[in-house]
T-cell receptor, first 113, second 111 residues
């Protein structure tokens, strides 16, 4: 069964600190992996998308890495800000496009002053 | 651009009532998705349209759920009759190319 597991479930960090969120998946075949940020009460917003051949991709202070061999991805947040407080969702797709995707249950990040 | 528009933003109804959720995708986007999000199950894809045609509705939980897209700028998700277990946040999203844009969601509570 295709699964996407994220860890930790929740995380509290001090403003200005870095953090890394993890995503392990068993989806096969594999086409791409996306990270979304979801603020409370809002829809998810795409941060990065990586295909099989990409190892890393950055979007400002967000850097995602992908190891397709071990089926692991991480999202690293540098110099966290209060506005980074949100849920971060890892999504894996077996094909190009958005159908048949498998969602992780997310990591809830809280950045405190 | 206003982004993906959903209405209503909140809906409270009683078990057995019909519920209709509405979505206006971003102009020019040719794919539209309906998702449901709950604490227990996270995000789940319900149905996906491409060029107004339903492509995959395997995520629709049961016959009580139906979705239509009569034109490129409007879609509805209907639940009839509604049940308390349908309580969730329902998102509509549209895509063109690689990026998907979500609406703000409709928070549904069925009593």
């Amino acid at each position: 069964k295709n699964q996407v597991e994220q860890s930790p479930q929740s995380l509290i960090i001090l403003e200005g600190k870095n953090c890394t969120l993890q995503c392990n998946y068993t989806v096969s075949p594999f086409s791409n992996l996306r990270w979304y940020k979801q603020d409370t009460g809002r829809g998810p917003v795409s941060l990065t998308i990586m295909t099989f051949s990409e190892n890393t991709k950055s979007n400002g202070r967000y850097t995602a890495t992908l190891d397709a061999d071990t089926k692991q991805s991480s999202l690293h947040i540098t110099a966290s800000q209060l506005s980074d407080s949100a849920s971060y969702i890892c999504v894996v797709s077996p094909s190009r496009g958005y159908q048949k995707v498998t969602f992780g249950t997310g990591t809830k990040l809280q950045v405190i002053p | 651009d206003a982004g993906v528009i959903q209405s209503p933003r909140h809906e409270v109804t009683e078990m057995g009532q019909e519920v209709t959720l509405r979505c206006k995708p971003i102009s020019g986007h040719n794919s539209l998705f309906w998702y449901r999000q709950t604490m227990m199950r996270g995000l789940e894809l319900l149905i996906y349209f491409n060029n107004n045609v339903p492509i995959d509705d395997s995520g629709m939980p049961e016959d009580r759920f139906s979705a239509k897209m009569p034109n490129a700028s409007f879609s509805t998700l209907k639940i009839q009759p509604s049940e308390p277990r349908d309580s969730a946040v329902y998102f509509c999203a549209s895509t063109r190319g690689e990026t998907q844009y979500f609406g703000p969601g409709t928070r549904l509570l069925v009593l």
